[in-house]
């Protein structure tokens, strides 16, 4: 469907700059803002994606990219090992497979014993995502691993001109996101990305599954569809769903907009409102009622 619609971690010093920003030593570990900055799902996730390393598919005449880097615990140097990372992404000509058991150009594989993860695939280009936008080349990832809140984002290369117009990738949050393709000393290209987790609020899924379900709007022109999947709240889309992080106080946040948007389930005495904010512009809100 066209879609329209470090190298290993290094010994730290007391006082470091690494490509995740400032990293100090606390007296019994080091701390710092390593976490990944999170970015929009998109619509056309597909969950079960197969257990590979190599997407490459035979023919293809996309640009051979070898991806890399390490999942990292939250003290910034501790790798973590048998997280779960999925990669997908577009094909040569921006298409993504969102229907084939083939699942072309998506992948799961489980991070080694030091925390590392590996992707052989090509680099996806740009393409018209509608009214006047194209969205620049970019991998999505999501990692999972225990004791932490799953991980949604996005990596953009650098010398996209589409970067500086798309209100993701060029937001301030996506700036270490941005990444250089470097030569793999052996006529190959290398990407390296390493990601730095971070503990948030989580529900028990037992919890999930009282908000799950069929809601509809309060004059009935519309309905939504709820459900959870590895205790997150997603809702149901034409390929799978988009995903809500929890907020605490019953409100679960779309994440990934970092511009001061944001897009919100709230949890009221049986109501569901829906808010969704643009700076500039007055809140949006919808009411919502359980039908099943």
């Known amino acids: 469907m066209k879609r329209r619609k470090f190298i290993e971690a290094s ?12 990293i100090r030593f606390d007296g019994k570990k080091y701390v710092g803002d390593c976490e990944t900055t999170t970015d929009i799902l998109g619509p056309y996730y597909r969950p079960d994606s197969p257990m590979r390393s190599n997407l490459n598919i035979s023919g293809s005449k996309g640009k051979p990219i070898h991806l890399t880097g390490y999942i990292l615990n939250e003290d910034c140097s501790t790798p973590y090992a048998n997280a779960k990372v999925e990669l997908w992404h577009c094909d040569h000509e921006g298409v993504y497979d969102n229907t084939t058991p083939a699942y072309n150009y998506r992948g799961t594989v489980m991070t080694d014993s030091k925390g590392q993860y590996a992707f052989d695939t090509i680099l996806p280009v740009p393409y018209d995502a509608g009214g006047g936008l194209i969205r620049p080349a970019h991998y999505h990832l999501m990692v999972t691993a225990a004791g932490y809140q799953t991980l949604v984002t996005q990596l953009y290369f650098s010398g996209d001109e589409n970067i500086k117009k798309d209100p993701w990738a060029s937001n ?38 009282k908000l799950t379900g069929t809601y509809k709007s309060e004059n009935g022109d519309d309905s939504l569809e709820l459900f959870q999947k590895e205790g997150r709240l997603w809702q149901k889309n034409e390929v799978f769903g988009i995903v809500y992080d929890y907020l605490g106080n019953n409100t679960f946040e779309f994440p990934g907009l970092h511009d001061g948007s944001y897009r919100r389930l709230i949890f009221q005495n049986g109501i569901l409102k829906q808010e969704m904010f643009q700076p500039g512009s007055e809140v949006i809100s919808r009411s919502f009622t359980k039908i099943s």
């Open 11 to 22: 010994a730290l010093s007391a006082v470091a700059i690494s490509s995740f920003g400032f």
């Open 172 to 209: 301030e949050a996506a700036k270490k996101r941005v990444l250089e393709i470097s030569s793999d000393g052996s006529n190959g290209n290398i990407v390296t990305y390493h990601v730095g987790l971070s503990k948030k609020l989580n529900v028990e899924e037992a919890s999930l599954e």
